[in-house]
C-alpha cells in the first residue's frame, strides 16, 4: 500500500504482541544478574533515627545501598529537583525509598527486604490539600473584569466539585535492568520518556548513559515520571556490585508506591444573563501535588488553561494551586489535569441550567467558543471550532430526545476540549529532532525517541512517512528508541506524537526525497503567529484543540445505588484521522478509563498509605460492566499537523465522568459532584436530598 493515511493498516508490532514473541523487560535474560528491592517508609512524615539489619539474615549475599552511597547529588532530576533519590535524614510520604536491597536470589530479596526494620520520630502529617500551605505551584488567569460581570449578572451560581486519584493500572508493573561500568551506566526499561530517564541519570553518575526502550505495556502517563527513580534505584545496585540489576514491581508495590491521578477540588462562581449567556467565570482549582513536585506543575497549568471548557466568556479569573500533602507524590495520568477541571465545569454547566431554567443543549450551544473568538488566556481561535456539529451528531446518535421523551433513564452531556502539544512555549523549550535514514537495503530507518506504548506509535509514524515519501509501509523500519542511536524528539506524551513528531518526520522525509540525501533530520521551530507568556498565562496556550462531545445514557437503581451504563456515544474531532481502527481504539479506551473515573476507580488512603493495592480492591469496568462505546469522528483540517492531524491521545479521557454524573443527576435529581459516584456515595446523595 503506497499512499496509507486514513487507512487501517495492520499494526506494525501487533503480530509480535499476538503471538507471544514480543518481549518485555521481566522477559529479558542477563548474566550476573541480582534481583534489586526497596525498603520503604511506613510512616507518612518524620525523621530516621536509625536502620537495623536483623543479624539472623546472611547479609554478606547482599548489596546494600543508602543515601551514603550516592555518587551525585541526592535528587531525582525533574522540573523542580526537589525530590530525594533515597530519604536521607527525613522522610515525607508513606512508601519513600530508604534503602536498597540486591541479592541473586529473588525470594531472598525479599526476606532481606522484610529483614530491615527503621525507627522514626513521628511528626504531623498534612494530606488535606486545601489545609496544606506549601504552595508546589500556582498560577492566575485573568480576563477582563469579573467584578462587573457579577454585578450585572441576572443569575450567579456556585458549585463545588472533587474528583479523587485514580491509578493508572498499566498491564506491565514498572521494570528496569542496570548495568554499570567504569564508563558508563546502561538501563533498559518499560517507559515512555527515555530522555527523562536520560537526564535523571546522568545528573547522579558521572560516566556516560545510555537509556533503551523495550517493549512497554502500557503507561498512561504513569510512565512519564517515575522510571526515573526507579532507574537510578537499578543503577545504583548495579554500580556497588558490579553486576546487572533488575527490579520488577509487582501489582501492590507498584500501586502503594507510584504517582497517581491528582485528586482535585473545584469551586465555581458564574454569572449568568438571563439568555444564558456566560458573563464571568470565578473558578478555583486546587490539586492534591502530594509530597514532592514530580510534574504538578505542569498538571496544574493544563489544567487552569482548560478550566473555563469550551465556552466563551469576556470575563475570567482561575486561580489555580498545587498543593504539597504527605500523600505518595501525584503525578501524570492521561489528560494531565484536564480530567479534573472540566468534570467540574461540566457538571457546573448542568448546575447553571438547573438553576436557570435554560435547556442544557441550548445552554452549553449558545456558548460554545466559535472560530475568531478568544479562550481564557486570549487566545484568538484561528481553525475551525465544530462543536455545534459535534453536539448535533451526538444527539441524533443517541437518539437523546427521543429517550428524553420517554424519561425512563437518565441521560448526560458533555462538552470538551483538549490542547494538542506542550503548554506555552514547552514545545519551544524541548527543541525536538525527528530523523530519517536510507539503509542499504532500501529501506528508511525512522530514528526518534517517541515510545511504542499501547498506542499505536510505530503504525502511525511508519504512515506519515511513507505517505509522504510515497512509498510502501513495509519500507519503513522503526529503530527502537535507544539514546546512543536515535535523536531527543521529546516525551511521548500531551498528544503529542502524532501532530509534533509526526510533522517532524514528514519534513525530515521530503528532505530525504532530494536526490543523493541518505539522512535527514527535522527541528521543531515555533509555528509563527504562536505565542505565550508563561509570566501571564496569557496568548497562544496551544498551536491547536481537539473537541468532543459525548453523551451518556444512565439506569440507576434506587435501592442499591448501582449504575447501569446503557449508552456511550463519543463524537470527536481531532482533525484528519491517520489510522481509523488505532484512533477509535484510543476513544474507546480513554472512555473506559473515564468511565472508571466516573463510577468505581478510587484510590483509597488511609493515613497517607494506600489501602486498596490489589486488584481484588481497586475496581476498574470489567468487559460486563461497559456498554458498545460507539465513536464517531468529525475531520477539522489542522495546519499544525502531518496531513491534518491533531492530537488525539488525551481527549477521550476528558469528557465520559460529567456525562455519566450528569445523566446520575439527571435520573435522581442528587448532586452528582464527586468522582467516583460510587453506589455508597449515590445513595448517601440520595438520603440527604429526601431530608
Known sequence: MRFPVGVSIPRREGLAKVSGRASYIDDTAH??????????????????????????????????????????????AAILDDQPCLAEVEVNHVEEPIVLIAHQDRYEAERARQSVRIEYEELDAVFDPVASTKIIKSCVIKKGDTA???????????????????????????????????????????MQCPYFVHKALARLFERKVRVVQVETGGGFGGKEDYPSILATHAALLALKSGRNVKMVYDRAEDIAATTKRHPSITRHRTAVGADGKLLGMEIE?????????????????????????????????????????????????????????????????????????????ELRRQNFL?????????????????????????????????????????????????????????ERYLKSVASLERVESGKVRVLVSSTEIGQGTNTILSQIVAAEMGIAVDAIEIVQPDTDLVPDSGPTVASRTAMIVGGLLAEAARKLKEPGVSRASAHYVQPEGVAFDESTYTGDAYATYAWAVNIA???????????????????????????????????EGGAAQGIGFALCEEV????????????????????????????????????????????????????????ICNAIADQLGIPANHTPMTPERILACCNLSSV
Not at 473555563?308 to 489535569?337: D, K, L, Q
Not at 448535533?392 to 443517541?398: I, K, V, Y
Request: proline share 5%; hydrophobic share 40%; glycine share 10%.
Open 553 to 587: 445514557e444512565v439506569d440507576v437503581d434506587r435501592l442499591s445505588g448501582e449504575v447501569r451504563l446503557l449508552d456511550f456515544v463519543a463524537v470527536q474531532d481531532a482533525g484528519r484521522i491517520l489510522h481509523p481502527v488505532l484512533a477509535a481504539g484510543q476513544i
Open 148 to 190: 462587573i460581570a457579577f454585578a450585572n449578572a441576572d443569575h450567579i451560581v456556585e458549585g463545588v466539585y472533587s474528583t479523587s486519584a485514580q491509578e493508572q493500572l498499566y498491564l506491565e508493573t514498572q521494570g528496569v535492568v542496570a548495568h554499570c561500568d567504569a564508563e558508563r551506566v546502561t538501563v533498559w526499561g518499560s
Open 370 to 426: 466559535k472560530e475568531g473568538e478568544t479562550t481564557a488566556t486570549g487566545q484568538v481561535l484561528r481553525e475551525a471550532v465544530p462543536l455545534d456539529s459535534l453536539l448535533d451528531r451526538a444527539l441524533l446518535e443517541s437518539k437523546y430526545y427521543e429517550k428524553k421523551k420517554q424519561g425512563r433513564t437518565g441521560l448526560g452531556i458533555s462538552a470538551v476540549f483538549h490542547g494538542a502539544g506542550f503548554t506555552g512555549s514547552g
Open 604 to 659: 483509597v488512603y488511609e493515613d497517607g498509605r494506600v489501602r486498596n493495592t490489589r486488584m481484588s480492591d481497586y475496581i476498574i469496568p470489567g468487559a460486563v460492566d461497559l456498554p458498545m462505546i460507539r465513536v464517531f469522528f468529525e475531520e477539522s483540517i489542522s495546519v499544525h499537523g502531518p496531513f491534518g492531524a491533531k492530537g488525539l491521545g488525551e481527549l477521550p479521557m476528558n469528557g465520559p465522568a460529567s456525562a
Open 285 to 361: 482549582f486546587v490539586i492534591d501535588g502530594g509530597a514532592y513536585a514530580t510534574l504538578s506543575p505542569v498538571v496544574v497549568s493544563r489544567g487552569a488553561i482548560h478550566a473555563s471548557g469550551p465556552y466563551y466568556c469576556p470575563n475570567i479569573r482561575v486561580e489555580a494551586r498545587a498543593m504539597a500533602t504527605n500523600h505518595p507524590p501525584h503525578g501524570a495520568f492521561r489528560g494531565f489535569g484536564v480530567p479534573q477541571c472540566l468534570f467540574a465545569m461540566e457538571r457546573h454547566m448542568d448546575e447553571i441550567s438547573r438553576v436557570t431554567g435554560i435547556d442544557r443543549v
Open 31 to 76: 548474566e550476573e544478574l541480582l534481583y534489586g528491592v526497596t525498603v520503604r517508609s511506613t510512616i507518612a512524615r518524620g525523621r530516621i533515627l536509625s536502620i537495623h539489619f536483623d543479624a539472623e539474615f546472611p547479609w554478606s549475599e547482599c548489596t546494600i545501598v543508602t543515601a551514603a552511597d550516592l555518587p551525585g547529588p541526592n535528587l531525582v
